[in-house]
């Protein structure tokens, strides 16, 4: 290893089969630069699921009623269900101890929204001081909703970024301007922004209460929204939503009186059950991505035996002409092996430069959805490295014994 | 030198088998040049492939400088080639990514010399058999009667009891083939023992001794008046 006339001679082979080392360099780079790239595009996959799960609290709980379709104790299939302030009551004071946040949304339609001249396209929504954290979402400027808004019934409204940017002049502070709603003002006492970006920003937040009372909702509601207190372990959260879920669906369709098979009426979403299939199907994709990754380190195998075939096919005669000259088989297979781990890692740690250079340099700057800074595993990355330079070791040394050992005589003939 | 006693040989080609030596004796001392005769077939090239211990015999013995050569591993007779023994081929057998200097160096690369010690010895060998120039040329770039010197210097520059040359004229018109046996008469002179197989009378008789084979058996063996090859040059 550390024969210094060995290393001299290695180089000088090197440095006149330029074409041949080439070549068998770059099977190798490119195996692992394609495994590399695979790899950090799973990871970023992984990144950009887990990010499209900030936009909301992962443990959102989120309720809406449709039309009956069972007939049911007498009432027939095709009755409306409408969510009532008491239903919202009784679930928070039944459930306090299990719920973190709480609110109730109420839609407000039919209203014309106005910023001195210009008409507003944003939806109105009547909600409660904790849908902030529901809903993730942030505060740029002012403050949120509270719940001495709701006892008095403010008038007061929450836009959002973009609509500021939008409907406000450069220069103009929207913070205190009024927005008239149906021919009512109210006055803007906050900016908020949304973690999942501005299509959550679509907007305009008033209290709940004032929402019912000023646009002739009486004490109905559209949705709840709960999230969950924090559990110990990922499944143990889902567990427990899983079966505040089910609780939540027997006591509403008691109150409203709707089959329990009723498979409509009542509608619970739970994030944290829409975010274990999405976990189990990045952990597939993965999985995937690892297939596809072996698949090429594979191939990258086979390349490399492939070369090291050709390669000492090709040097038989010579390796006959140095047995003429003395050299002893051990010598001749440890030359071609040494030349062959040689070219090898120089090259599989040239592909693995590029390609996380490569990662580092466009990573950070991807911005796709579902794919988040694509980014690999350094000891990974190493391992498949050394993985190859074995295979290329394993592979050439079979070929390399064996031309070493035919007689020096049939060596030496082979044309 | 060499001393061979009843030396046998034989090659299984499918379900025929090749008797090809049928019991050789010989004795050549230090310092002959000896011819090796003989049509196609007749067994020449294989005679020396086992002088040369590329090859082993069958059965018989064969003494090599008072060494007895038998029980062959590939790495006893890869020490034995480096030791004892130079080779001239018909094909030169150059390896044709190196250069002439290189080529000559690389036996002694073999016998573990420095590089820098090697370099010169080699040139040394180079400049005997008139390459100086050539040093840094690939075997591409040389001539054939060339390409023989440089083979013919690198098998000396080990500095071998025997120096082995099959056909080492075969592939060379006959100037080049005479400039060739010229060289080989030198280094004889210089006290070197040579075997020499060859099929062309003129080249046999530049040697000292002819071995006639027919059908794997010496029929003569003869003492001749060497002609120089200088003559012709």
Request: glycine share 8%; with cysteine.
């Amino acid at each position: 290893m550390f024969d210094i006339e060995r290393w001299q001679e290695i180089f000088d082979t090197i440095r006149k089969n330029k074409l041949r080392t080439f070549l068998t360099g770059l099977s190798v780079a490119s195996g692992i630069f394609i495994l590399v790239i695979l790899l950090g595009f799973g990871q970023g996959m992984q990144n950009g699921i887990a990010k499209e799960f900030a936009s909301d609290a992962s443990n959102r709980i989120w309720v809406w009623t449709q039309v009956t379709t069972k007939e049911y104790k007498g009432l027939n299939p095709g009755r409306p269900i409408a969510l009532k302030n008491e239903n919202y009551q009784y679930v928070t004071q039944q459930f306090a101890r299990q719920l973190e946040d709480r609110s109730p949304v109420f839609r407000v339609r039919d209203v014309v929204v106005n910023y001195k001249k210009e008409t507003l396209g944003y939806s109105v929504q009547g909600i409660g001081s904790d849908y902030q954290f529901i809903e993730n979402q942030f505060l740029s400027q002012g403050r949120y909703i509270n719940p001495k808004d709701e006892q008095n019934t403010a008038k007061v409204v929450l836009v959002s970024n973009k609509i500021k940017k939008e409907v406000f002049p450069e220069g103009v502070d929207p913070l205190g301007e009024y927005l008239d709603i149906s021919g009512i003002k109210f006055q803007i006492i906050g900016i908020y922004g949304d973690q999942g970006g501005e299509r959550e920003e679509d907007r305009i937040f008033i209290p709940v209460t004032t929402a019912q009372k000023v646009f002739n909702g009486a004490n109905r509601v559209d949705n709840l929204s709960f999230t969950l207190q924090p559990a110990a372990s990922f499944d143990e959260a889902v567990d427990a939503s899983m079966k505040f879920t089910e609780d939540l669906k027997t006591y509403l369709r008691e109150a409203h009186t709707v089959a329990p098979d009723d498979p409509s009426a009542i509608n619970v979403f739970n994030t944290l059950e829409e975010a274990r299939r999405y976990y189990g199907l990045t952990g597939n994709i993965r999985l995937f991505f690892w297939f596809v990754g072996i698949c090429t380190i594979i191939a990258g195998v086979v390349g490399v035996s492939n070369i090291m075939l050709i390669v000492v096919k090709e040097r038989t005669r010579e390796i006959g002409i140095r047995k003429a000259l003395g050299a002893r088989p051990w010598g001749v297979v440890g030359m071609i092996l040494h030349e062959a781990i040689f070219i090898t890692a120089i090259s599989g740690f040239t592909g693995l430069i590029l390609s996380m250079g490569l990662l580092e340099l466009i990573g950070p700057h991807v911005e796709v959805d579902y794919i988040v800074n694509p980014s690999v595993n350094f000891n990974v990355a190493l391992s498949t490295v050394f993985l190859l330079i074995i295979a290329g070791a394993v592979a050439g040394f079979f070929p390399a014994w064996r031309a070493a050992n035919i007689h020096t005589i049939d060596a030496l003939r082979d044309e | 030198m060499i001393e061979i006693k009843d030396l046998h040989k034989s090659y299984t080609m499918g379900s025929n088998v090749l008797h090809v030596l049928k019991g050789i004796n010989f004795k050549a001392e230090d310092g002959e040049l000896v011819a090796i005769m003989g049509s196609s077939g007749s067994g020449k090239s294989t005679l020396l492939n086992i002088l040369g211990m590329l090859d082993e015999a069958d059965s018989g013995e064969y003494t090599l400088d008072g060494v007895p050569i038998r029980d062959l591993t590939e790495t006893k007779a890869a020490k034995y080639r480096n030791k004892f023994l130079g080779f001239v081929f018909q094909s030169f057998n150059l390896i044709n990514y190196k250069n002439a200097l290189e080529n000559v160096a690389l036996p002694l690369y073999y016998q573990r010399m420095p590089r820098k010690e090697r370099h010169d010895k080699a040139m040394k060998y180079l400049e005997q058999v008139g390459l100086k120039e050539w040093a840094h040329h690939l075997p591409s770039e040389l001539s054939g009667g060339q390409k023989q010197r440089v083979a013919i210097a690198r098998a000396m520059a080990a500095e071998p009891k025997l120096l082995l040359a099959d056909e080492p004229t075969g592939a060379l018109d006959s100037t080049t083939s005479y400039e060739v046996m010229d060289l080989i008469q030198k280094i004889n002179d210089a006290g070197n023992t040579i075997l020499v197989v060859t099929h062309e009378e003129d080249i046999a008789h530049m040697c000292k001794r002819i071995i006639h084979l027919r059908d794997g058996v010496i029929v003569k063996d003869e003492k001749v008046e060497q002609v120089r090859a200088s003559a012709y040059v």
